[in-house]
């Protein structure tokens, strides 16, 4: 039997769930909502919906297939003496390889690090010694009892980075003491720190235990949303990680990350309440955060490498009801500077 004009008919749910029709109709038009939410969150918003669906075939790299990373480095020259005017760095950088070779069997040393990294100034900082870098990044790490996770990403992290012509600066922001480390309020403090030493116009938030696998992953920012590059580790098999806000990606193949493994060591375990700090994210952000950060520089020192901040950041908040500080590991997320 036809429904009459002017009437809608529900599906039918499978026997022994009792409901009646307007119930019926009520629950599948929940269980709809619920899965556009779902799709809306993993997706991170309308427009990165759109760009996944509309954004046409991704390159295909092939991973067995990798190069050293300082693959080409020794082709970045310096200008002859009384060279003035720098064109600008090409659109595309020339140095790409592609897919590394990342591996943690040996750790390296510091002074092998420098040795192989000689256009590396005092405090981390490069500038392209042939053309003038579009762009200015900051490379913003948090940190605490992780010293050869560290000289991993010291010996990776340097040649990407100058192979895509960027001009860059490296900080490390160590916690001192012995207090939950608190990765976001590290990351605030290297955000204030790194701009009062260069009007940087990109901001990388990162992760000492992360190294990127394909240096086509140009740690640039998307001029419009914060960009989350590490979209797919190791860890998780190299599948897509959940988001909840309007972000820009690279593509899946590119956006490829080795995590070192290690255990979780103590005033740094896993906050099995973190999941309901990402959730009250979207009330707190305008009382807690930039604007109402405090802390004590204890150190503020230019390593070979890298520059050294060693903060006092206060204990953990212990007030009734405060969950402890701690956000999601294992995103890398890239912030324009405007405005910080």
């Known amino acids: ?26 629950f599948g038009l929940l269980l709809a909502s619920q899965l556009l939410f779902l799709l809306y969150y993993t997706f991170g918003g309308i427009r990165s919906m759109a760009l996944q669906m509309w954004r046409g075939p991704q390159p295909a790299w092939d991973y067995s297939r990798t190069q050293d990373v300082y693959t080409n480095l ?3 020259q310096l200008l002859l003496p009384g060279t003035h005017h720098l064109a600008y760095c090409p659109q595309k950088p020339p140095y790409l390889v592609g897919p590394l070779a990342i ?7 510091l002074d092998e690090i420098r040795d192989r990294n000689r256009l590396v100034t005092p405090g981390g900082f490069y500038t392209p010694p042939n053309c003038q870098a579009r762009h200015r990044t ?52 290297g ?24 240096d086509h992953n140009i740690y640039t920012c998307d001029p419009s949303h914060p960009k989350h590059v590490s979209i797919a580790m190791n860890k998780f098999g190299y599948q897509l990680q959940l988001a909840g806000m309007t972000i820009s990606r690279p593509p899946l193949s590119v ?37 109402s950060l405090v802390y004590t520089t204890l150190a503020h020192q230019r390593h070979p490498l890298f520059t050294n901040v060693t903060v006092d950041i206060g204990p953990a908040p212990r007030r009734p009801g405060t969950l402890r500080p701690q956000t999601h590991k294992g995103s890398l997320v890239s912030l324009r500077a405007a405005g910080v």
């Open 191 to 214: 955000v204030k720190e790194a701009m009062k030493d260069e009007d940087w116009d990109c901001l990388y938030l990162h992760d000492v235990d992360l190294i990127p696998e394909n």
């Open 138 to 189: 900051a490379v913003i790490v948090p940190h605490r009892h992780r010293e050869p996770h560290l000289r991993h990403f010291l010996y990776y992290i340097h040649p990407f980075l100058q192979r895509q012509q960027l001009q860059y600066g490296l900080y490390i922001i160590h916690q001192a003491g012995n207090e939950t480390f608190n990765r976001a309020k590290l990351l605030n403090v």
């Open 255 to 291: 956006g490829r990350y080795k995590m070192i493994k290690h255990n979780s060591d103590r005033g740094n375990e896993q906050n099995p309440r973190r999941f309901d700090l990402l959730l009250r994210t979207r009330r707190s952000w305008t009382q807690d955060g930039m604007n």
């Open 74 to 76: 020794s082709l970045i």
């Open 103 to 109: 591996a943690f069997n040996r750790t390296p040393s």
């Open 1 to 26: 039997m036809l429904p009459t004009p002017g009437t809608m008919r529900c599906f039918s749910l499978p026997s022994g769930w009792g409901l009646p029709l307007d119930r019926q109709c009520t």
